[in-house]
Structure formats: structure tokens, C-alpha cells
């Protein structure tokens, strides 16, 4: 009888954990470009090619190892204890791991000054290739700047797609033009 009563109370704790009788949660949609409208494509490209460098894992996700080797990578080893606060700071979901989002929300916090001067956090904002001082959050003497710059984000946004294609384009030719090269070279090579 108590066997059945613990075992009965085993399942309920399970069915708990793993959400049964509760409807299927949504995936949230994600777009880095239209939540942190302060950086540009570029940078928000740079921050995505450093976090797909240290989620070794390849799980999209930065867990506590990974953002280890991650600070020691960038010379600025932490504790245990400091690691799992840092993480702690940003996460959202309370998963124990770093998500892109997340990680981008690092740098947006340390652009606002929301992050205490000694923490690790601001440690791997300033250690990363965003200048968090120039590309923070603008000043109030700023305001009207910042409001006729909301209004052109959209064209911002595309040039900086157009410049992307064209970046593309001159690579493809330049390969072009390399392999007429070698061809060249080859025939007289061959013939």
C-alpha cells in the first residue's frame, strides 16, 4: 500500500517534470535584427560567428564548460561559482546554458550599463570584438539623432544587405578570374 502511494506520487512528480496535462508550449520566433536593433547585421553576424566558434557542442547552445574555455580563450578565466552567475545574469529560460539570444543579451545589457563593472559578464563583453562604449544604448542629448535614425533603420537595413550581395558578387568574380588565370597557366603547361 505504501509502494503504490509513493509509486503514485513518483508518476505525478514525472508528469510534472516533463509538462503532461499542460498544452505544448509555442517556440518563440527569434530575429536578432528587429530585438537589438543597437548593433548592426555585421556585428550581430561577428557575435553569431563567436558563438557557433565556442558552442562546441553544436547544440546552439553555450553551457557552462564551453563559456569556461570560452573566458580562459579570452584571458579571462573565472571560477566555477563566477561562471554558473554569469550564466545566471542572462538566463532567460533558467536551462543552466547560454542560447544565441541570450548571449546577444550579454552585449546589449553591457551597451545599456546594466552590468556591474567586475562582473564576468562585463569581462566578455569588453574581451569580444564589440565595442560595447561606442555602439552602447545613445545618450539623451542624442534623442532627436536617435529618433531620425529609427526612422531610416529600415533602409540602413538594406544597404547593409545590398552591401552583402555586393561583397559576394566581387568574391565570385575575383574567383572567376583566378581560375581563367590557372586555366591560362595550365595550357600552356599542357600544350
Do not use: W
Amino acid at each position: 500500500m505504501a509502494t503504490d502511494e509513493l509509486a503514485e506520487k513518483l508518476h505525478r512528480r514525472l508528469d510534472l517534470q516533463q509538462g503532461a496535462g499542460q498544452p505544448p508550449r509555442q517556440p518563440r520566433v527569434f530575429n536578432p535584427y528587429t530585438e537589438f536593433k543597437e548593433f548592426s547585421r555585421k556585428q550581430i553576424k561577428d557575435m553569431e560567428q563567436m558563438f557557433k566558434r565556442f558552442d562546441s557542442g553544436k547544440d546552439g547552445f553555450i553551457d557552462l564548460m564551453e563559456l569556461k574555455m570560452m573566458m580562459e580563450k579570452l584571458g579571462a578565466p573565472q571560477t566555477h561559482l563566477g561562471l554558473k552567475s554569469m550564466i545566471r545574469e542572462v538566463d532567460e529560460d533558467y536551462d543552466g546554458k547560454l542560447s544565441f539570444r541570450e548571449f546577444l543579451l550579454i552585449f546589449h545589457r553591457a551597451a545599456a550599463g546594466e552590468l556591474q563593472e567586475e562582473s564576468g559578464l562585463m569581462a566578455l563583453a569588453r574581451l569580444s570584438e564589440i565595442d560595447v562604449s561606442t555602439e552602447g544604448v545613445r545618450g539623451a542629448r542624442e534623442f532627436f539623432e536617435a529618433k531620425a535614425q529609427a526612422l531610416s533603420v529600415r533602409s540602413k537595413f538594406e544597404e547593409e544587405l545590398r552591401e552583402e550581395q555586393e561583397e559576394k558578387k566581387r568574391m565570385e568574380e575575383d574567383r572567376e578570374q583566378r581560375r581563367a588565370a590557372f586555366k591560362e597557366l595550365q595550357s600552356t603547361f599542357c600544350s
